[in-house]
Every structure is written in C-alpha cells, then in structure tokens.
C-alpha cells in the first residue's frame, strides 16, 4: 500500500511570507496528524484530525496556523503569516484508529522542510 | 504528566558492536510504547511497538525493545550495528491521560564508527 504523501519536500521563504504544506494518508485511515519538529527536537503535535473534524488543535498556534482536511482525506496546513520560528519539519501521519481509541501505529510521511529568512 | 526521558543525546558505536539506547518514562500505569528512527531527510518509521504481553518486543532491521515496569524504561537494542543503522532514535508513549496521543522523547542520534 501507497505511504503518506507529502509535498513539498523543501521550501525556503521570507520571514511574513504564506506557505502551505499538503498532505495525503494512507488510504482508509481516519486520523491525520501534523507535527512540527525542531532541529534536535521530538515531534510536537499541532493538529489532529478524524475524518475531516478536528479532535485536537490545542497546540496550534491560530493567530498564524490553519489547518483543514477536506472531504475527509487530503490535508493542508498553511502558516500566515511565517516567523523565523517556524523553521522546522512539518509531519503529516495517518493511522486507522479513531480518537479516543487506544493508541495505534501512526504512519509518517517524509515531511516538509521549511527555512523561514 | 506523563513524560518521555531519552538521557543520551548522542551515543557513538563501532560498527559489528551491539547497542542499548534508553527511554524511561512517567505514567503511573502501563502506557503504549514505541520506538521509531528517523534517517537524515527522512520521515519517522516505526522500529516495534508494545501493547501487552511478552515484555521483550522484536522489530524490524533486528531491533528489539524490553519493557521494565518496575523501572518504568523500555529500551531499544541490537546485537550488531552496522553502519546503516545511523540515524535519530524516538522513543514514544501513549496513555490514555494524554487521549491516546503520542508524547515524545528528544531523541538520541546514532553514529556508527567504521
């Protein structure tokens, strides 16, 4: 079976510039997750969706992050507008499971760098 | 709260020699364990995983991972390293304090001596 997708893999913009990373999962998985990690870092999650309602965006900084899943499938996270701060690689993973559900394996994409000037 | 300790940032092996990287973590009940790697410019890919049962998990590439509850760790080892095996190391729990959702370590980054 096709993994996560991701795109793009690379993008470097100036600090108050739009940008936006798009995400597909495996196919017939529910949650879709986007994590943001920092050099020397572990993943943080910034969102979580099931299907294409959100379950946790707690840790989404919404002054400048957005997020949306249409259709319950494809994902978009876009950062409007950026900050030297957001450098980091931004991780989509799909997993079958459904919130509230015991933990199950999440699958990664192979995430999009982002260098912020 | 729950939290992950990965105590070695860097941990520097021969190739052929074996490897233990450590992961503790705090939660007063038997989380979900697992351990991912990341290769440089790659995503994260799942090693093995615990749930229940047999403490002494196998994964692939010949990892395998013994969960302690009594030390509350759950360690990742390989009897041989070989040189492809360098990368960040992840070690990741779930709870249902934290609704299922991964809490992290920091990581602890590979490097093999040829």
């Known amino acids: 079976e096709a993994g996560v997708a991701q795109s793009p893999r690379y993008k470097i913009i100036e600090k108050r510039q739009s940008v936006a990373f798009w995400c597909n999962p495996i196919?017939?998985?529910?949650?879709l997750y986007w994590y943001q990690q920092i050099l020397g870092q572990g993943p943080k999650l910034l969102i979580q969706?099931?299907?294409?309602?959100?379950?946790?965006d707690s840790q989404l900084p919404k002054d400048r992050f957005s997020a949306e899943r249409l259709k319950g499938v494809d994902s978009t996270l876009k950062i409007q507008p950026a900050k030297l701060e957001d450098s980091a690689v931004y991780l989509c993973?799909?997993?079958?499971?459904?919130?509230?559900?015991?933990?199950?394996?999440?699958?990664f994409g192979p995430g999009t760098r982002l260098t912020v000037l | 709260a729950q939290s992950v300790t990965q105590p070695d940032i860097h941990i520097t092996v021969s190739e052929g020699a074996s490897l233990e990287l450590r992961c503790n973590y705090s939660?007063?009940?038997?989380?979900?364990l697992f351990w991912y790697v990341q290769s440089p410019g790659q995503g994260l890919q799942l090693l093995l995983k615990?749930?229940?049962?047999d403490t002494l998990v196998q994964g692939i590439k010949g990892f395998e991972a013994e969960f302690k509850r009594s030390q509350s760790s759950f360690n990742l080892r390989k009897p041989s390293v070989h040189w492809s095996d360098a990368a960040e190391y992840f070690c990741?729990?779930?709870?249902?304090?934290?609704?299922?959702?991964?809490?992290w370590g920091a990581g602890t980054k590979l490097i093999i001596k040829p």
């Open positions: 990741a729990v779930g709870t249902m304090d934290s609704n299922y959702q991964l809490i």
């Open positions: 939660y007063g009940a038997t989380p979900y």
């Open positions: 615990y749930f229940s049962g």
């Open positions: 196919s017939g998985h529910a949650t």
């Open positions: 969706f099931q299907n294409n309602g959100v379950v946790d």
């Open positions: 993973a799909s997993s079958r499971r459904l919130a509230g559900g015991p933990t199950d394996t999440q699958y």
